[in-house]
């Protein structure tokens, strides 16, 4: 199978490590209007695959493509996703699906109009113990969902775990709505309201508030830091449950953890994902007697596939699995409506 890659950024090493590992795919093309990502890209993996320096010329030149990944940064994934989608072929989209929902539901009608394998890469589902308490809360084995709290913790804008983001020009767009940044909510708040929606069910109503904080500075040369650092929501889900989903850049002690704990009648599960993926597997429940003695129960979850192999598989089956599209734009929405909560100070319906 041959799947090309659109932008060949940081996270572009991980779509060629990842496609190239699964049988009978091969990474033989690439594009980029960076030369110098792209160069680094080539003498890194390999001089036989073939460059081009924009998405148009790559998809021009090259023919039986059986998927395309969209690995450009935000600003630029409805523009890249619908030159492929144009042109009727699967797609393999880095999250989030757009920069606003609007954008996001032309994306997610365009793959279905076309009928092409869509997929957003929302790296958390990954986890075997996270696949594992989806499937536990849907057997309504612990009875009806009480009360969520859902955690996105990062600390590089107080740590240097991943490098100096008041040096590196790599982290700025992060911090500057004009260069495309949603902030903490956009970046990693899109994984956590997925990571939470796709476990527990839809969200009815939310309120949430955003913080950009004025005290780490205003600009960095052509950087405004204006983005969000951090939000807080609470949430009233469609199924009765309430919750929480808070994401921040200063949780001092965590690289990047998620966790998630979801509260029911007759139990509970949680997971925690740290930055190594030593967790990624372990599932924790409190159920039955467990209840009584405040015990929590340890489960090793058997590896489960990956995005790519998802979008692989689904390909070869002509079956779309999850995330898909729709799937994105109905997180991009969520998103939408934090601002808007935010904004206007008030809770506001989804609908
Ligand atoms: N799923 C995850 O966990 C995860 C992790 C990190 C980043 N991401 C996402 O991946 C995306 C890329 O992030 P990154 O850190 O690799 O960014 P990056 O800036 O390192 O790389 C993006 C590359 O795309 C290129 N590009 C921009 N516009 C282009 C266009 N029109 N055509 C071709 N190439 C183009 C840039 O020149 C750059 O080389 C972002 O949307 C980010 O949110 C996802």
Redesign the pocket.
Known sequence: MKIGI???????HKHFKEFSKIEGVKIESV????NE?LNLFISKFGKHIRCYS??DEMLENEKNFDGISN????K??K??SLKVLNRQLNIFS??PLAENYQDAKILADAANKYNVINMV?F?YRESSAYQKLVEILKSHQLGDVRHVSANYYQSWLTSNIWGKWREED?WLWRLSKEHGSNGALG?TGVHIFDFTVNAVGDIKELCADLKTFKEKGTKIGKYTLDANDGFTSMIRFENGAIGTVTNTRYATGYANTLILEVFCEKGAVKVELDEQRNKWSTLNICEGDNIHSIKWEKIECDQTPSNFERFISSIRKNSNDQPNFTQGAKIQKILDMCIKSNDINQWVDIK
Do not use: L
């Open positions: 659109i932008g060949t950024g940081n996270i572009s594009c980029d209007v960076n990502n924009s998405a690995a450009t940064p935000d630029f994934h523009e890249v880095e999250k890469n790296t790599r970046d």
